[in-house]
C-alpha cells in the first residue's frame, strides 16, 4: 500500500479488520512481527520523522489533570518551540478545533468530542507534513464531524497528506483522494473511490415514462420499478441498446441513461461478505 | 535533554495535582506533636528522639511515594493510553522513561526538603538552637533521598513487564532485602551449603544495598559521617539507577503497547 504526498487517504475497513494496528505499527506504539514501512524515506522505527508526523489516537485520551492548553504547550516542547511560539501555537490550535473559551479547563471535565478535538489540535500542532487520523469523526456531533471534514479538506489544501480510518463511507467518499479497505487484516483493495467501486458495474438503469394504460408497453413496464410516475428499469450493459428499442417502440418516453455504480459501500459490505464466506468456508474444510 | 525534561515536568506537576505532597501536613503534625512532647519530658534525649522519629518519617513517607507513584509511573499511561499520544511525538522510549523517573525524584526532592525543613524546626523548638552537628541529619536526609531514587528506579523496572501490584510486591521485596544484604553474605555454608553460600553471595552483590544508607543512628547521636561513604553511597546511587534504568529502558523499548 502507498500514499502519494499531498494525498488524502482513506482507511476502510469493519471494527477489528486491523485499521488501528496499521496506525499503531507506524507509529511505533507497537511492531510489527514481519514487513517493512516507511514514511518520508524514514522507516517507522526512526523516532526523528515523527517531527514531521501528526497523530490522533482512536477515542484519545489525555492527561485529566491538565488543561487543554497546558498539554498542547507540554506537547509542544518535544518540537523545540520556544516559549512564544508555544503560546502562539497553541492559542492558534485552540481556536481551529473551537476549543478557544475552553482551553483553561481541565481535561477531566472535557466531553469525547472535545477531547477529539484537542486530539486534532495536538496532532496538527507542529505542522506536520504527514497527519494520520484514527478515527477523527468518532464520538462528534454532526457539527464536529463537518467542522473535523473541513479541517481536514483545509490540511489537504495546505498540501499535507492526511491518512485517516474510519467507518464512515460518506466522509472518506467526500474527502479521499484514494481509499484502501482492509477487512480481516488483508488489504483488499486500494485505489480512487470511483475507481475501486468502478471495477464491477451493475448494468444500466433507464429511467423512462409511460402511459399505464397503455397496453403496447404492459410488458416492458411489468419488468421496470415504478418510481413516482416513472419506471426505472435495470439491464445489462450489452442489452442497453436493444432494451431502448423495445421501449422506443412501445412509444415510451426514456427520461434518462445511467450507468449502476455500486456506492463505496455497497462495495465494502460485499468484500465483507466475501471474507465472512472464506472464513467459514476455511472453518468448515477444518472441521 | 528538552525531552526528558519535559516529561520530568510534566510528572512533576502530575504528583503536585494529584496530591501527593499532602503527606507533607501529616508529617509537619507528626513533627508538632513529637516536638510539644518530647519538649515536656525532657530527659536530655530530645534531639535522639525528634532525629530518629523525623529521618523514620522521612524515610516511610518517602518510601511509600517511591513505591506506590513509582509503579503507576509507566502503567498509569499505557493503561490510559496517555502514551499514544505522546509517543508519536519526536521522543524515544528511554528518554520518556527517564523523564517519568526524574520527574519522581524531583517531587521527592521537593517533598523531602520540606519535610527536613520540618525537622529542623522541629529540633530548634526543643533544643531552642542548631549547631553545626546537626548537619549530619542533612547527610542522613540526603541517603534517605538517593534510598528512595534506587526504589523509583526499582518500581519502574518492574511496572515496565508486570502489573502494578506485582510490581510492588517485588520492589518492596528487594527494597527489605537490600537491607539485610550482610546477613545474606555472612550465612555460614554449614546451615545452607556451600552452593547455597556462593549463589547468596552472588545474588547479594545484584541486590541494591541499602544498609549504607541508614546513617539514622548516627544522626540522632550527632555523630560524624566519613566523607567517602558520601562518596560512596552518591556514586552507587547513579550507577544503580543508571544500571537499572538501562534495563528497564531495554524492556520498555520492546513492549507492544496495548
Known sequence: MQVEEGEAFGFLGPNGAGKSTTIKLLMGIIFPTAGSAKILGHSITDVEMHKDIGYLPEQPYFYDYLTAAELLDYFARFYGFNAAERKERVARMLKKVGLETAGKIQLRKYSKGMLQRVGLAQAILHDPKVVILDEPMSGLDPIGRHEVRDIILELKREGKTVFFSTHILTDAEVLCDKVGVIVGGKLQGVGRPDEIVGMKSQGMEILFEADAADARSAAIRAKANKSGSRYALRVPEDSLYSALDELHATGAKIASVAQIKPTLEEYFLHLVEKDRAQAAAIEVSGK | ?258
Not at chain 2, 507533607?24 to 528522639?49: C, D, K, N, R
Not at chain 2, 528506579?153 to 520492589?171: E, G, H, P, V
Request: proline content about 2%; overall charge positive; some cysteine.
Open chain 2, 1 to 258: 535533554m528538552t525531552r526528558i525534561a519535559a516529561v520530568a515536568w510534566n510528572t512533576f506537576r502530575e504528583a503536585v495535582r494529584d496530591r501527593v505532597l499532602y503527606n507533607l501536613v501529616f508529617f509537619a503534625l507528626l513533627m508538632i506533636a513529637a516536638a510539644i512532647l518530647v519538649g515536656q519530658i525532657s530527659l536530655g534525649i530530645e534531639t535522639i528522639v525528634i532525629v530518629s522519629l523525623g529521618l523514620s518519617a522521612v524515610s516511610i513517607i518517602g518510601l511509600l511515594i517511591a513505591v506506590f507513584t513509582g509503579v503507576g509511573l509507566v502503567s498509569k499511561e499505557m493503561d490510559k493510553r496517555t502514551l499514544y499520544a505522546l509517543l508519536a511525538k519526536p521522543v524515544r522510549r528511554w528518554e520518556f522513561l527517564v523523564g517519568k523517573f526524574g520527574g519522581l525524584v524531583l517531587t521527592l526532592t521537593v517533598n523531602t526538603a520540606a519535610m527536613a525543613v520540618g525537622l529542623f524546626l522541629a529540633l530548634l523548638f526543643v533544643k531552642h538552637s542548631l549547631d553545626r552537628g546537626d548537619a549530619v541529619v542533612l547527610v542522613a536526609v540526603y541517603f534517605i533521598l538517593l534510598k528512595l531514587a534506587i526504589v523509583v528506579a526499582l518500581s519502574l523496572l518492574f511496572s515496565c513487564f508486570t502489573s502494578q501490584l506485582l510490581a510492588i510486591l517485588f520492589t518492596a521485596g528487594l527494597y527489605v532485602a537490600g537491607l539485610f544484604l550482610s546477613e545474606m553474605r555472612n550465612l555460614s555454608g554449614s546451615r545452607v551449603g556451600p552452593m547455597m553460600q556462593i549463589l547468596f553471595s552472588w545474588v547479594s552483590y545484584l541486590l541494591p544495598n541499602f544498609e549504607n544508607f541508614n546513617v539514622m543512628a548516627a544522626a540522632a547521636h550527632g555523630k560524624a559521617i566519613p566523607g567517602i561513604l558520601i562518596l560512596h553511597n552518591t556514586l552507587y546511587a547513579i550507577l544503580y539507577c543508571g544500571i537499572v534504568l538501562a534495563g528497564a529502558s531495554v524492556v520498555f523499548s520492546r513492549r507492544n503497547l496495548k
